[in-house]
């Protein structure tokens, strides 16, 4: 079936392009390292690149394709690249683009692993970096370098939901040749499509959204143009940072229902975030939803919804994040997000704890700051939970 015309929800359902012979409603699973040749010659081709067909389970397997083809479909790019977790994408990307004696910038606030690991181990092979408040365009014009090769941004950001103009971006990377890969992880390609803002990369951890069961751990890479494309396919190939079939499965399994999960999330995260900015323990609450977001015009501009994540400060400080973490019941105290469920975490104290105190309060991450991601319960549910916690602050 071509699904190319098709609306997004019909794309979740019927995209993929994967039809096994006995007619199958669902792909089965391919449980497999490796396939058989008809004969020496179709082995020689299909590694030759002159036919198509299934060799190793490292290189492709048609559960993983359906999947990447469903995500790149999606994402309006050119091919999909599964990996075996969020960080094997972001390494592919590093290891993909970057070489010794190249420079990257990436947006100050990230996922702390993304960060921490060119901080850590790619700056021992050479490679320079600078993160910095990506918000603010001017701040990546000033510490762009001849060197420079990558723009690596995460809009909105984790955990500040500090939004990127995307488009302006993009201009002023490609005016000085240098890529762009976007973490599209909160908004998924529901809300929001940086290859149609003009990003070259585009970037998932499908544990969160996509997959929304926390049962996976799974990455993807979609870029738009194929040179970008080869380039990431074969780290991802030789490096081994390939999906397994079964991983693939349940992803593209979860995938089919993004768009009624997250219209019903997003749905329970506006009315939450209008009650923690209502309530006299929160200091501050930032949601592309709301007016008061400094972003938020430009959030109604480049996202079609504001997305099922919040993050808000609370008056106490550091130890008011930790009691507040320690009362709540119906939200699961875990890291991850974009799950069916209500998850609370601290990043001081947790995703972002490997930062130093001095690079988190430059990324903004204070040590009130406290990580909502809002579940598909019941809203009466999750506003008693947060507002009987808050009591306990």
């Not at 999909?80 to 972001?90: K, L, Q």
């Not at 400080?317 to 320690?326: H, I, S, T």
Request: aromatic share 6%; glycine share 10%.
């Amino acid at each position: 079936m071509d699904t190319k015309d098709q609306g997004f929800t019909s794309k979740l359902v019927h995209a993929g392009g994967i039809k096994d012979t006995l007619g199958s409603a669902v792909t089965p699973i391919y449980q497999t390292s490796t396939f058989s040749f008809r004969d020496a010659g179709h082995g020689a081709r299909c590694f030759a690149g002159e036919e198509q067909g299934y060799i190793y389970t490292r290189i492709g397997n048609p559960n993983i394709e359906e999947l990447e083809n469903t995500v790149a479909e999606l994402e309006k790019g050119f091919g999909g690249i599964a990996t075996a977790s969020g960080m094997a994408a972001v390494n592919t990307v590093y290891l993909a683009l970057l070489g010794a004696g190249d420079h990257m910038i990436g947006s100050a606030a990230i996922y702390g692993s993304s960060r921490g690991v060119m901080e850590t181990l790619y700056s021992g092979f050479g490679i320079g970096h600078d993160f910095v408040d990506t918000t603010n365009i001017e701040n990546i014009e000033k510490v762009i370098k001849p060197s420079t090769r990558l723009l690596f941004l995460e809009t909105p950001s984790n955990p500040t939901m500090g939004i990127t103009d995307l488009q302006a971006a993009a201009r002023l990377a490609h005016r000085h040749k240098i890529l762009v890969c976007v973490d599209n992880t909160f908004s998924s390609p529901y809300l929001q499509r940086p290859l149609e803002l003009g990003a070259d990369i585009v970037l998932h951890s499908m544990t969160k959204f996509i997959n929304g069961h926390a049962d996976i751990v799974g990455g993807m890479l979609v870029a738009k143009e194929k040179e970008v494309y080869d380039k990431l396919r074969y780290v991802m190939v030789h490096v081994g940072f390939n999906m397994d079939p079964h991983q693939a499965w349940l992803t593209r399994r979860g995938l089919k229902t993004l768009s009624i999960r997250l219209e019903k999330a997003q749905e329970n995260t506006r009315q939450v975030a209008a009650f923690l900015e209502s309530h006299p323990k929160v200091e501050w609450v930032l949601y592309p939803g709301l007016k008061s977001h400094p972003q938020y015009e430009l959030a109604k501009q480049q996202m079609d919804g504001p997305g099922a994540m919040i993050s808000f400060g609370l008056k106490g400080g550091l130890e008011a994040g930790r009691k507040l973490m320690n009362n709540v019941h119906l939200a699961l105290l875990a890291v991850s997000l974009g799950g069916i469920e209500t998850l609370i975490q601290h990043p001081a104290s947790m995703t972002h704890s490997t930062l130093s105190a001095e690079v988190r309060r430059s990324a903004g991450i204070t040590d009130g700051l406290v990580r909502l991601s809002v579940g598909i319960e019941d809203l009466d549910d999750i506003i008693t939970d947060l507002e009987q916690a808050l009591l306990k602050v």
